[in-house]
Every structure is written in C-alpha cells, then in structure tokens.
C-alpha cells in the first residue's frame, strides 16, 4: 500500500462526564479502550477486504484477456481446418480449466487470510 491509511471516518470519543466515582471511571475507561480497539480491529478488516477485492478484479482481467488471445491464436493456427480448431480448442479448454482452479483456489486462500 502505497501512503498513509485513511480511516473510513472520524471517531468522535467524548470524555466521561466529571463527578463519577473512581470505579465508574475505571470502568468507563476499560469500555472506550475497549471500542477504540474494536474500531480499528473492524476499520483494518474493511481496509484487507478492499485489497483482496482489488486483486481479485486484476486476476480476472488477467484470465479474461488470456483467453480472448486464446481465442484469436487458435483461429490463426488452425486456419479454418475443423479437425484442427478442434484439437487445438481442446488443449485451450484445459488451459481454461486450469486457470478456473488457480482463480478459485486465490479465493479460497483470500477467504482464509
């Protein structure tokens, strides 16, 4: 990531009102820790989800734009030849197949990340 993290929105933490005893204090005190803790747990899973979005769109792209030069290789190599543009289309098809299993097999590792 390229620069400093920029947080979804403000948080706007009021001071406990005066006047309260020590242990209401204390325990006011242990509550905001808590929720500034539980903020920025939730605001940092936004921020990795937002990057694995990212990565997933660019690896579609990716195997989207393989396959239309599949595609248009095939058509060169065979020729118009319908044996050919078979055989050929089958090994392009496994290709395929193999690329699917590398996209989902990402989206598995990203889930678990």
Same mark, same amino acid.
């Given at each position: 990531m390229a620069g400093a993290i920029e947080p979804s929105r403000r948080l706007?933490?009021?001071?406990?009102? =005066?006047?309260?005893s020590r242990r209401t204090e204390r325990s006011l005190s242990r509550l905001e820790e808590?929720?500034?803790l539980r903020i920025g747990a939730t605001q940092a899973e936004a921020l990795i989800?937002?990057?694995?979005?990212?990565?997933? /769109?660019?690896l579609g792209r990716q195997a989207a734009l393989g396959e239309?030069?599949?595609v248009k290789l =095939? /058509?060169?190599?065979?020729?118009g030849d319908p044996v050919l543009t078979e055989r050929v289309t089958f090994l392009l098809d496994v290709g395929l197949i193999g690329k699917g299993q590398i996209l989902a097999d990402t989206v /598995?590792?990203?889930r678990r990340i």
């Amino acid at each position: 990531m390229a620069g400093a993290i920029e947080p979804s929105r403000r948080l706007d933490v009021t001071p406990a009102p =005066r006047g309260l005893s020590r242990r209401t204090e204390r325990s006011l005190s242990r509550l905001e820790e808590a929720t500034l803790l539980r903020i920025g747990a939730t605001q940092a899973e936004a921020l990795i989800s937002a990057e694995k979005l990212k990565e997933l /769109d660019f690896l579609g792209r990716q195997a989207a734009l393989g396959e239309i030069a599949n595609v248009k290789l =095939r /058509d060169a190599m065979a020729g118009g030849d319908p044996v050919l543009t078979e055989r050929v289309t089958f090994l392009l098809d496994v290709g395929l197949i193999g690329k699917g299993q590398i996209l989902a097999d990402t989206v /598995d590792k990203f889930r678990r990340i």
